[in-house]
């Protein structure tokens, strides 16, 4: 039997397993907080490496405006990918947009399957570290002043995946069965997972959380 790549609906005996949400409050701190001890780790990489001496101060302000663009096209373009996975597999509407702790997009009126959710969640995150890790070393033999600005941008890039990579690492982690639905409604996510599977042992509850 061929696969299937979502549902209309929750399938009779499903339950719902799990729930996140972007705009919680708690959730959004913790998120950003996460986001932050990443980007500043990369930061201080990049300017370990960096050689202040070949920065052309001169040239400072355009510097900071290229970033600028590039970083508000990047975050619309990381979007796109998760979009454009979503369409590809499934051919329904998707809806954009942006919170107060992150952009998003969702495919709210369907539950995806596993391996479609899983495909969505990561494809911004391989796709744009691909592109921006090999273009900041090959920078960094260049011209400082783009190393540092495509090194910025790869660092608001690998901190901004952190729900990514989040709710992948749950996937990869908890809900390993294939049946396991998600339905994505951007900023949050609900699992749901087929009811007859077996009970959690006792000894694997210490597991949650
Ligand atoms: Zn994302």
Known sequence: M???????????????????????KKT??????????????????LFVFADLKQFDFERIMVYDIVWIIVMLVYIVLHELVHGA?????????LTFGITWSAAFCGVP??????????????????????????????????????????GL???????????????????????????TLMRDSGPAQWVYVPAEEPPVKPGE???EG
Request: hydrophobic share 50%; proline share 3%; charged share 20%.
């Open 2 to 24: 061929e696969h299937k790549d979502f549902e209309f609906e929750v399938p009779e005996g499903y339950k719902e397993a799990y729930h996140i949400d972007a705009k919680d």
């Open 28 to 45: 959004g701190i913790k998120m950003t907080l996460g986001a932050l001890v990443i980007m500043i780790a990369v930061i201080v990489t």
């Open 85 to 93: 996975v979503y369409k590809a597999l499934t051919h329904q509407k």
């Open 109 to 150: 009126d369907i539950y995806t399957y596993r391996r479609t959710a899983l495909l969505s969640l990561v494809a911004p995150l391989t796709v744009f570290t691909i592109i921006l890790l090999p273009l900041t070393i090959w920078l960094r033999f260049v011209d400082m002043g783009w190393y540092l600005v495509c």
């Open 153 to 179: 941008v790869f660092a608001i890039h690998i901190s901004g995946c952190i729900g990514d990579i989040y709710v992948t690492t749950l996937f990869l982690k908890k809900f390993r069965d294939p049946c």
């Open 205 to 207: 509850a210490a597991d």
